[in-house]
């Protein structure tokens, strides 16, 4: 693994979607912008067809660099490039990691998946190059929207898996592995040498088995020391002045307390989901519909999804000798090179457990408060395929130490993510009076932007500053940076009518 300050930066370019209305169906309507970008990797002759009769879209595209191993993504917008939060993940072809540059470059996006029975003149698309060198053993999770929740049966999971809601998530890296026995002891010894103190060692059945017997706060602890034994900034800190690292006790750690951009740390519940489906949608394991010990290692249950012929612990790794753990990378990976993401042992989750809301969001990073931590993914024990669906919703308690089903897996954030540097700032301003309000942000290029009033945005407000030209009332603006790898929204700046608010 590469210190994250030496990772080659991305190289992220956007193609927002011009002029041109192009093969129209009852069903759906589509236009395009063709960009060009003069820094590499170049992606340019942006176009596409939609196949007549159908809701397959082709879009085609050249794209040069001088790297032969490019992660090309693909975002979607209905609303002419405002946002770009349509959970679309149907598409083929020159798409995902490993893409080579050439020209007539392919990609087809299945509409009637993502988008049924929906039209539209304003879909918009946004094509990213991205050449930055992966860190060993972790798969590169791109930026994009999902419907996170139990899309199958509502009796299935119930209502702690619903509503369904629509989640953009900002790119990420995943460990394509639970974490090592091996690779635990080694982060751990060097951390009880370096100012650690953890409650439990961990276990493991073997060194390429994952590490089970851990609680939550092991776990954050764990991605500190990670983080400061490969020269990276830690991400957990014990209070919001994020000036002392958590490396002893328990401590509740809050959202206020996390570097969200920096080291290691655990995933979010909505970034473990993303990660887990794999690109695909509408589908209760990251590989299809059912289940079996083919693709997982689990206790079977046979009876309506779980098709395994007979039921118990799985007969490969039931070897009389507990637990009955499986070595990492024995099943087939899914669509983002990521094993076990289903069965095994559990993940521990970032997020305090808690109810869905309907409002899409943009990186969720749970509840406030809690009692117990979310854990995804199910296990080799007793709660069989039900557990291993992948909206399933679970949790424990953050010290619970002494069941050797729970394991975990780290991630790191790219460097290049928008941050913003300096936030909008409000005041007072007299009535009829101007305003403008800034924001300074670094990122990769390009880097958009976009104002709103009261949660509402506002049409042309898409520059780094926005000027009020007449101010008639006290609101709230904020502004949303994003670029191809992520979005971040600012603090609030209030803008007040000297006096008071004056109705429009």
Avoid at 30 to 50: D, E
Avoid at 373 to 387: E, H, W
Wanted: glycine fraction near 12%.
């Amino acid at each position: 693994m590469k210190p994250q300050g030496i990772i080659t930066p991305v190289r992220n370019f956007t193609f927002p979607l011009t002029t041109g209305r192009f093969c129209t169906l009852a069903i759906l309507t589509l236009t395009l912008v063709v960009g060009v970008v003069t820094a590499g990797p170049v992606v340019s002759n942006v176009r596409a067809a939609q196949r007549a009769g159908t809701q397959l879209v082709d879009i085609y595209y050249d794209l040069a660099s001088a790297s032969n191993a490019l992660t090309v993504s693909v975002m979607v917008s209905t609303n002419g490039g405002t946002n770009y939060t349509l959970p679309a993940m149907s598409f083929t072809g020159a798409v995902g990691s490993g893409v080579a540059p050439g020209i007539n470059q392919k990609i087809t996006w299945n509409a009637e998946q993502d988008w049924p029975t929906n039209f539209s003149a304003n879909v918009r698309f946004r094509v990213t190059a991205d050449d930055q060198v992966t860190p060993s053993d972790m798969a590169l999770i791109p930026a994009g929207g999902f419907t996170m929740g139990n899309c199958m049966d509502p009796n299935e999971g119930g209502s702690g898996e619903l509503p369904l809601h629509t989640v953009y998530v900002s790119a990420f890296y995943m460990d394509r592995y639970d974490v090592t026995y091996s690779l635990w002891q080694q982060v751990y010894n060097w951390a009880v040498a370096h100012g650690y103190s953890f409650d439990y060692a961990g276990s493991g059945k073997a060194a390429n088995h994952p590490v089970q017997t851990i609680d939550w706060y092991g776990c954050v602890k764990w991605c500190n020391a990670r983080s400061e034994m490969e020269g990276q900034t830690p991400a957990y800190y014990t209070s919001a002045a994020q000036t002392t690292v958590y490396r002893t006790g328990q401590v509740n750690v809050d959202n206020s307390s996390v570097k969200w951009n920096a080291g290691y740390r655990l995933p979010t519940e909505a970034e473990w989901e993303k990660a887990a489906r794999g690109g695909a949608s509408g589908q209760r394991f990251p590989w299809g519909n059912t289940i079996s010990w083919s693709q997982a290692n689990y206790y079977a249950y046979p009876s309506g999804y779980d098709v395994n012929p007979t039921s118990g612990y799985d007969p490969t790794f039931n070897d009389g000798v507990w637990p009955y753990t499986s070595p990492v990378g024995y099943f087939a990976p899914n669509g983002y090179g990521l094993y076990d993401m289903a069965g095994n042992v559990w993940q521990w989750c970032w997020d305090w457990y808690g109810s869905y809301g309907s409002a899409s969001q943009n990186d969720p990073r749970g509840p406030t408060t809690g009692s117990g931590r979310v854990l995804r993914g199910g296990c080799y024990y007793y709660d069989g395929a039900f557990g291993c669906r992948t909206a399933n919703h679970y949790s424990y308690y953050p010290a619970i130490s002494s069941y050797d089903d729970l394991g975990f897996r780290s991630v790191l954030t790219p460097s290049d993510l928008p941050v913003i540097t300096i936030q909008p700032q409000g005041g007072t301003v007299s009535f009829h009076g101007t305003a403008t309000i800034s924001v300074a942000a670094i990122g990769a290029p390009p880097l958009n932007y976009q104002w709103s009033k009261n949660g509402v945005d506002i049409p042309g407000g898409t520059g780094s500053s926005f000027t009020i030209a007449s101010v008639l009332t006290t609101a709230g603006y904020t502004v949303t940076v994003s670029n191809g790898l992520g979005i971040v929204t600012s603090q609030t700046a209030l803008i007040t009518v000297a006096g008071g608010t004056i109705g429009e």
